[in-house]
């Protein structure tokens, strides 16, 4: 039957079906509005988890307290990536437990467990390193820059998670250490503020050996100028060390970068 009507006749038909539907339709509104709920009643904790492990190691959360873990729908996160795969707590404690994928851990233990006790409505990076029978973690409350408009700004910090000595931070062409003089182990500097403006040239870092002053690896900013494709504009960037000095394979010593929004 179609939808809509022509002469008089069918048109008296069309209303008065539109009228019969009127009471329904508003008895499912009624219900409909009855049974909205929040999905928090507060501004739920932002964890921003980083999986650093060695060996390229892939690690699933589980934070529903029930065993065994469903790998299908747990949250991946995969080795030395960050893809904004956050997690959103709006009460604590929180338990959460981090399998390997594949489980290899002896009686199905998880890699890492822990009662998470944070605040509501706070950002939090959670840094997840080490080797997977010792792995830990430390957990860092974000206060991001604030931003105007027409700052033309990126902001970046430092973080080292490569187990050894301290190191440090220059824009290449500049003495080592210009930038950060040291940086030790399991430490994450403060934001720094970088031009982001069409015409800045990329800026490259260099990450050294502290006491030798030995290039450890580089890092540059790519397209940093480019208004038409604002990858860093306006955006906070973390950019981790991690691996192991003279390792190899997924624990070569490299740059991680963890982009926050």
Known sequence: MPIFYTGITRTIYFRNRVLSAIPVFLLLTFFSACKKTKLYDVNPATIQPVNLLDDGVVLRANLSGKHPIRYGSALAMFNKSFDQRNIFVNSFPQRMDLYAQPDTMPHDRP?????????????????????????????????????????????????????????????????????????????????????????????????????SGNLITSFATVNIGNINLPLWLGRPFTLILTGRASGTGTNQQKIVVMKHR
Do not use: C, W
């Open 111 to 211: 890699v890492i467990s822990v009662d998470l006790q944070l605040e509501t409505g706070k950002i939090y990076s959670m840094f997840i390193y080490g080797e997977k029978a010792t792995a830990t973690f430390s957990i860092l409350e974000d206060q991001y820059p604030a931003y105007r408009e027409n700052d033309s700004l990126t902001f970046i910090r430092f973080a080292n998670f490569s187990e050894g000595q301290p190191v440090s931070v220059n824009i290449k062409g500049m003495a080592p250490g210009s930038l950060i003089q040291s940086l030790p182990f399991k430490s994450v500097t403060d934001f720094a503020l970088f031009k982001a403006a069409p015409g800045v040239a990329d800026h490259e870092f260099e990450i050294r050996e502290q006491a």
